[in-house]
């Protein structure tokens, strides 16, 4: 597993679907078969470019998530790359069954989407945030689970994405707070990336929270704390030798923009587990709690995911016997 040592790079906020849809356009020059599905929200997930490029290949449901996932599946079963896209919250609940049957149990070549993931659909109201999109895609057989952590590893993502034969889940938040990767950086299904060389905590963490993460092993070091992060992109099938090397500090703190039941947390303490390693570890996540109408700042903070609370977290941690 390479080790990234990230560079000095402004904090900004980087919205996602700037990224994801100029991957898509490239992809779609190269690949004849690839077509794309929306549940009428191409402007929100960035596939409206898309949609300009190869209007006879891009394919708008309406507000009828189940009937997209459906007809997504018979797509991909009729040998088409498929990219059905719309608000993770309504693609693995409301299209939950035909995600499990049409798609997962046929092993259909489906990258469902999940856009304005997590904590990050903020005001469009706590109905429309999801919490237990990770821990539904990961109980489903022969999908894997994809959360990039930033601009970069998005587009490289959705590259792999679409090389990969099967379904997959791809998890992409409304936006990013910072870029962490160059062009020098290689994505890799199954593989996360370590972040530093720290060796008294791990602060193990996806999708948004590893920007985040990233932040708060900076303040850490300020105070005479040494933390590696480790970028588990790919939450399923989760890099087992990635686990372990973080488990060898002693301590891991694991930050995700999802509940700590099933989703990044749950994973990486099944395999500790299972491996016979012990060392001392929290979860931050949400608490088994719906989510809110509130700015994202606000939900982080609320929900214990602000750089400063990971900060103490991992300070509490270290301090335990």
């Known amino acids: ?122 005001k469009n109201g706590g109905t429309h945030i999801s919490v237990e999109d990770v821990s539904i895609m990961r109980a489903m057989p022969n999908v894997i689970v994809v959360e990039p952590a930033d601009p970069e590893e998005l587009a490289q993502a959705t590259r792999a994405v679409a090389e990969y034969e099967g379904p997959v889940y791809l998890r992409i938040p409304k936006i990013y707070y910072r870029n962490l990767f160059g062009k020098d950086y290689t994505f890799e299904i199954g593989k996360a990336a370590q972040l530093g060389n720290g060796t008294d905590i791990s602060l193990c963490a996806c999708g948004l929270m590893t920007g985040v993460a990233w932040q708060a092993a900076e303040e850490l070091l300020g105070k005479g704390i040494s933390a590696s992060v480790f970028n588990f992109s790919t939450i399923k099938p989760l890099d087992v030798e990635a686990v372990r090397r973080a488990a060898a500090t002693g301590a891991i703190l694991t930050v995700e923009n999802h509940s700590v039941i099933g989703g990044l947390g749950s994973a990486i303490m099944e395999c500790l587990s299972e491996y016979r390693q012990n060392p001392k570890i929290r979860r931050l996540g949400l608490q088994d709690v719906f989510g809110k109408t509130a700015s994202l700042d606000w939900l982080l903070s609320h929900n214990g995911l602000a750089e400063e609370q990971i900060v103490t977290a991992a300070e509490e941690l270290l301090r335990e016997e």
Do not use: W
């Open 1 to 122: 597993m390479k080790t990234y040592l990230i560079p000095e790079l402004e904090k900004n906020v980087v919205p996602s679907k700037t990224a994801f849809g100029e991957a898509l356009v490239a992809l779609g020059k190269q690949i004849p078969n690839l077509v794309v599905c929306d549940a009428d929200l191409m402007r929100a997930a960035g596939t409206d470019v898309f949609r300009k490029a190869y209007p006879d290949r891009h394919f708008n449901f309406g507000v009828a998530e189940q009937n997209m996932v459906a007809a997504a599946a018979g797509l991909a079963i009729s040998g088409k790359t498929v990219f059905a896209t719309t608000f993770a919250n309504f693609a693995t609940k409301r299209a939950c069954d035909q995600m499990s049957i049409s798609v997962a149990y046929n092993q259909a070549n489906v990258k469902l989407c999940g856009t304005y993931a997590g904590l990050t659909c903020e």
